[in-house]
């Protein structure tokens, strides 16, 4: 390939996006991905004979729809269906059903409460007025705190975009930002299915309790996404996740790009103060002026970089930064759809995010749970089914679930401890769905330690690190060092551990990539003769 100049470290979907937007910009680009396929957590995987499934990412609505124009993903085949409802709550006694357009969820609504369907449209109208702003955000580098004509220039823009928000949705944003998700919603509804049905966005990749402060903006956070121009709603990418990540692939490779799997970085050289490229563990040493990397801060600054080549306020700073989400990852292979004691039938319901947190307590128990024994008595639950949607993933007649489950200490001996878990995780299924144990044909699980092993995940951490105010915008992954320039020159930060955080978006890739170019340009200039 020749004289490289830039080197990513980790193939995930914001790798790759950054990679993508480097080479067409003219840069000659290598990505270093260390498992044998592309795609870091969003891949698509055989996990026993015939039954494929996204492995841990599970589903799709934060995907950008710049980077999707931009990469032409949808001609390199990636196609997303929508669910037909969002989500279904059973309960002990009924069930409530989100989503299928603003009138059907009002109806079900109505089940619980009338006050609740009719504050409904409120709820909804000041979701979409305070996400949209923050949509604006998302593709915009934060200001960085050191100062400077560009992080004015910066916080110009973020002004500008805040400066947008009436002074009722500043008063909404700024109960987001520090409220508990109770607190919030118990502002809005009076019905507990109904709170439950939102509040379980707040806990998701969120190791907290519904009371905690702060965690209403994780509700936030799950709504900032579209699927094909619908915005708030959630999707299935035909043929999984994986099918977003090789869709990504192609694209790269259509400018240009460099794609070596099987090559684990051992670390970052550092030359005179500034990144020269990489060491691998085979010994190799590859050469480059700009090295982005796509794993988390803690894994980049503890295990890739010497401590020697940074500041020691920076090195505590990072040794501070909060991990670990809580989050127990099953897939099962099923011989048959479960059957809901509450909705025995095949309907819709089997198509949406099927989540088992009947009530704000219920998923506190799980949190204070985890906490005191490592393990929720009573996990929260949320089961897709995205068989039902996408006949390639399993045997016709059969069916393939994914299990995203809350609330699992990241801390334990998960070796040990693995399969105690996820038969609790069937168990509580089970309690709603009495088929659902003797259905499961094959399980496949992912430990909070296993997403550690496999992907890089530190402390099992889907997001690289906690959405919590203190590790949000500038401040993430440390205050000084939001833009996406780590304290050594040339080394880039491109993945979930910068803004705007996790979820498959590829905004940190885009912005990184756009802040290396800059850097490039600006130098380009200075030493130009």
Not at 51 to 76: C, E, F, Q, W
Request: charged share 20%; aromatic share 8%.
């Amino acid at each position: 390939m020749g004289t490289l100049d830039a080197i990513i470290i980790g193939g995930g979907h914001n790798g790759l996006v950054c990679a993508f937007y480097l080479a067409r910009a003219g840069l000659k680009v290598k990505v270093l991905e260390r498992r044998g396929i592309v795609g870091g957590a969003a891949v698509t995987e055989e996990f026993h004979p015939g039954y494929r499934n996204s492995t841990a990412s599970y589903t799709v609505s934060l995907l950008n729809p710049k980077v999707i124009a931009d990469m032409g993903l949808a001609a390199h085949g990636l196609r997303i269906v929508e669910r037909p409802l969002s989500n279904f709550l059973p309960l002990a006694d009924g069930y409530l059903k989100l989503g299928g357009g603003l009138e059907r969820t009002q109806a079900e609504f109505r089940k619980f409460s009338a006050r609740d369907a009719e504050r409904l449209p409120a709820y909804y109208a000041m979701l979409e007025g305070v996400a949209d702003v923050l949509r604006g955000l998302a593709l915009e580098p934060p200001p960085d705190a050191k100062g400077g004509w560009p992080s004015w220039i910066a916080a110009l823009r973020h002004g500008r975009l805040m400066a947008g928000l009436t002074l009722e949705q500043q008063r909404d944003l700024l109960a987001l930002f520090t409220q508990s998700a109770r607190e919030f919603l118990d502002g809005w509804f009076e019905s507990e299915p109904v709170k439950a049905v939102f509040g379980f966005d707040a806990v998701v990749g969120n190791f907290a309790s519904p009371d905690t402060p702060g965690s209403a903006y994780v509700l936030l956070h799950h709504v900032f996404g579209e699927v094909n121009g619908n915005k708030g709603a959630w999707g299935h990418a035909i043929g999984g996740m994986g099918a977003i990540t090789q869709a990504m692939r192609a694209a790269c490779e259509s400018v240009g790009v460099e794609i070596e799997t099987d090559a684990p970085v051992a670390r970052v050289l550092v030359e005179q103060g500034r990144a020269a490229g990489v060491a691998m563990e085979d010994g190799r040493k590859i050469r480059a002026p700009i090295v982005a990397a796509n794993v988390g801060p803690k894994l980049l600054y503890e295990k890739l970089v010497a401590p020697g080549d940074l500041p020691a306020d920076f090195r505590r700073r990072i040794g501070g930064y909060k991990m670990g989400s809580a989050t127990f990852r099953m897939n099962v292979a099923l011989s048959e759809l479960p059957r809901f004691t509450v909705l025995p039938e095949p309907g819709e319901h089997h198509s949406s995010g099927i989540i088992i947190a009947p009530g704000l307590d219920y998923m506190d128990r799980a949190f204070t749970s985890a906490k005191e024994t490592g393990i929720s008595a009573q996990p929260i639950v949320e089961m897709l089914i995205p068989s039902t949607l996408d006949d390639s993933l399993a045997p016709p007649g059969y069916h393939v679930a994914s299990l995203f489950c809350q609330h699992f200490a990241p801390g334990l001996d998960w070796d040990a401890r693995r399969e105690e878990a996820a038969d609790r995780v069937i168990d509580t299924i089970t309690a709603h769905a009495p088929n659902f144990r003797a259905s499961v044909i094959a399980r496949q699980i992912h430990s909070p330690r296993d997403l550690e092993r496999k992907f890089g995940l530190t402390g099992g951490d889907i997001f690289h690190g906690r959405l919590s105010l203190d590790q949000l915008w500038a401040a993430r992954p440390v205050l000084g060092h939001g833009s996406y320039r780590g304290p050594l020159k040339g080394l880039y930060m491109c993945g979930s551990g910068t803004h705007p955080g996790g979820g498959v978006t590829g905004a940190p890739g885009h912005n990184a990539a756009r802040e290396i170019l800059k850097d490039r340009s600006l130098l380009r200039r200075l030493l130009a003769p």
